[in-house]
């Protein structure tokens, strides 16, 4: 009999508290969730502002025009667009398609300069430029990325 009023006392609580438990890790496992994608936003804005400033600083020395800069972003904008399509394509894909894709598409890092230089956006002398004025930790990632582009061969 006591055992009977002891599991009516103590089968509620421990239903109720696993209950409490895993609300409170669903609502935090979404709460994280939408501080991720808010942060991640406002990282992509943060160097969204940044590189605008920057070539309002290349317009304001006279490196480049103010043409120029309107199409270099729309170019950066473009790409990314592109960028976006391409993930989610990746992302209905299967595993093993996935594998088979970036398999057959190895992932090459590009110079920006030199794809704007190429697209005709901007000459190589005002490439050069911009060079002199980017920070010493950017010119390193940009020689690294050129040498690895043009020592790049395959043995077949």
């Known amino acids: 009999m006591n055992r009977k009023k002891l599991m009516r006392k103590v089968l ?11 609300t409170g890790t669903l609502t935090f496992a979404e709460g994280t969730t939408q501080i991720q994608d808010i942060s991640q936003k ?6 969204t502002d940044n590189f605008k400033s920057r070539l309002d600083k290349l317009v304001n020395s006279s490196i480049i025009t103010q ?14 667009d592109e960028r976006k399509k391409e993930m989610d394509k990746v ?11 970036f398999a057959s598409n190895p992932r090459q890092k590009t110079d920006l300069l030199s794809d704007l230089v190429k697209s005709g956006l901007i000459t ?17 990632n940009n020689e690294r990325t050129r040498d690895k582009s043009t020592n790049y061969t395959t043995d077949k």
């Open 67 to 80: 043409e120029q800069e309107n199409r270099i972003l729309d170019y950066i904008k473009q790409k990314d």
């Open 42 to 47: 406002q990282c992509t804005k943060n160097i």
């Open 91 to 101: 992302k209905n894909m299967t595993e093993a398609e996935r594998e088979a894709y």
């Open 124 to 140: 190589q002398d005002q490439a050069d430029a911009i060079k002199k004025t980017m920070p010493n930790k950017q010119k390193k």
């Open 12 to 22: 509620p609580v421990l239903v109720t508290g696993s209950v409490l438990v895993s």
